[in-house]
């Protein structure tokens, strides 16, 4: 067998989706682009812009292409069909020794991708391990910067009504003199994160360094360490206040059901909600799940670091907090009533193949070798193979995923077939979706006559009226 030869070096990959939506269960990638640079952030080869096409089951946000001004029809000519696209993204992942990275990729753009991996029989996780390549997301790094590094960098004015910091990297460019003209352009956003990435290697090298070698599960195991471990400090949005975004908080036990996950408590909080608790930890102020596998930022307690001028900056009482951590290391039961407690889904089941990415488990190895399969058949004799499947999703996944990439592979009797799905897709979407055709169209129509609506939003607004229009004709006549 063949050794894989290694790039002598890693290579970030920086990159940004422009979507048809806020849903990465169910919305559309619009618009793919990515830079590779060295470790010095210096650009490697040419940026790389991809487009992506709509299928007829699918009606876009009108408010997300109003964003992005980006409709399914601008794509028609210059977009690729949902495999093709992430077919080439995934090959861009997946060169050996990449890092993947970008501006809160990791709980949007890269759940993006790996549903649409999924949809079309790639693996959708092997890019994130295989070959020495991994992932990376620089926004809870800002966050660090600003709470224990901020020395070199200008911060942008808080928000008005609330007095948070604000960490939108549009406001960070501006407040750094970035330019960053046509935000909301996947290309432009990523030079923009580039560029912010590179302001902190150069104003605060070793906390830039810290965040990229913290970035795996294994390294943020050795200071998330349980039962009852060591207190730390955690770096994450859902502690933004006027003073920043951390707080020491206390690692009790990994969950039952939910791997790389553990539970933890905000130590600023009353310990006694948690110690008095019956059944329901819902509800307890501070009790949360940690993703070991998210690249958190985790900062292990030092001598003098961080040090007792930060403590002081983010608000945060360092000794009472080292003592509600012992106070809670005195109760030892409610390490098995924590591991029992039914933990929040952060995807909800929803009863549709193009959900279980996650509610249907892992994909077998036989099946994954008719994956195989099914890439090197031609999309015409797709439907017509003998093949054998181990799991139940996939028979309906596969007409799906011909259907919507190679409609005109379709025979008579499928196209009937696939004209009924769409219809109903359209009028009665799964789970949560809130766009179904009434939705779009009054979107659309009420943007249409408002008068705050600007000439070119209308121009977007009136390709998509033209959009739906053609689509009925597709599906409901």
Same mark, same amino acid.
């Given at each position: ?7 002598? /070096? ?5 990159? $940004? ?13 619009? @618009? ?55 077919? %080439? ?7 050996? =020794? ?38 990376? $997301? ?9 709470? +224990? ?19 939108? +990297?549009?406001? #960070? ?51 998330? /360490? ?10 994450? &949005? ?27 408590? $905000? ?22 799940? +940690? ?7 985790? &900062? ?33 039961? +409610?390490?098995?009533?924590? %591991? ?40 015409? *004799? =797709?439907?017509? #193979? ?6 139940? %999703?996939?028979? *309906?996944?596969?007409? %799906? @995923? ?9 025979? *008579? ?13 359209? #009028? ?32 977007? #607004? ?16």
């Amino acid at each position: 067998m063949q050794q894989i030869q290694f790039p002598r /070096t890693e290579t970030f990959l920086w990159y $940004d989706l422009e979507t048809f939506g806020l849903n990465t269960r169910y919305d559309r990638i619009a @618009q793919f682009a990515a830079r590779r640079t060295d470790m010095n952030l210096k650009p490697i080869g040419d940026p790389i812009v991809l487009f992506g096409k709509v299928s007829d089951d699918y009606l876009p946000d009108p408010l997300a292409c109003l964003v992005t001004g980006i409709t399914p029809d601008d794509n028609k000519e210059r977009g690729l069909c949902e495999e093709e696209l992430i077919r %080439r993204i995934n090959e861009e992942f997946s060169v050996p =020794r990449t890092i993947v990275c970008g501006f809160n990729n990791i709980k949007f753009d890269d759940e993006m991708v790996r549903s649409t991996l999924y949809r079309n029989f790639f693996d959708p996780y092997e890019r994130e391990w295989k070959n020495g390549c991994s992932r990376w $997301d620089i926004i809870d790094l800002v966050r660090a910067a600003h709470d +224990l590094r901020p020395d070199g960098i200008n911060w942008p004015p808080k928000n008005p009504e609330t007095g948070n910091p604000v960490f939108k +990297l549009t406001e #960070l460019t501006a407040a750094n003199h970035i330019e960053q003209v046509g935000a909301h352009d996947a290309m432009v956003d990523v030079n923009a994160t580039i560029a912010i990435a590179r302001l902190i290697k150069e104003k605060q090298p070793r906390l830039f360094s810290y965040a990229l070698n913290h970035r795996s599960k294994e390294q943020v195991k050795r200071i998330v /360490t349980t039962p009852f471990g060591s207190p730390f400090l955690l770096t994450a &949005t859902r502690f933004t206040n006027p003073n920043g975004c951390s707080e020491l908080v206390l690692p009790i036990t990994p969950t039952i059901d939910i791997p790389n996950t553990f539970i933890c408590f $905000d130590l600023s909080k009353d310990p006694m909600a948690l110690i008095s608790a019956k059944d329901d930890y819902s509800s307890v102020d501070g009790l949360f799940s +940690l993703a070991v596998n998210r690249c958190p930022f985790v &900062t292990e307690l030092r001598a003098n670091f961080p040090s007792d001028e930060a403590f002081t900056r983010l608000g945060i009482d360092k000794q009472k907090c080292l003592r509600t951590s012992e106070l809670l290391r005195e109760h030892p039961l +409610l390490i098995p009533k924590l %591991r029992i407690a039914k933990q929040k889904d952060e995807f909800p089941v929803v009863n549709d193949t193009d959900f279980a990415i996650y509610s249907g488990g892992f994909f077998s190895d036989n099946d994954k070798k008719q994956f195989d399969v099914i890439h090197t058949t031609k999309p015409d *004799e =797709r439907l017509s #193979l003998s093949l054998k499947f181990e799991d139940v %999703r996939i028979q *309906e996944m596969l007409f %799906r @995923q011909v259907s919507r990439n190679y409609p005109e592979a379709l025979t *008579e009797t499928q196209k009937k077939q696939w004209k009924s799905f769409c219809a109903n897709r359209i #009028l009665n979407p799964p789970g949560n979706v809130m766009i179904n055709w009434d939705f779009f169209n009054r979107k659309v129509d009420e943007r249409l006559s408002s008068n705050e609506t600007t000439p070119q939003q209308k121009l977007v #607004l009136s390709k998509l009226k033209k959009y739906g229009s053609d689509l009925a004709e597709r599906i409901f006549v």
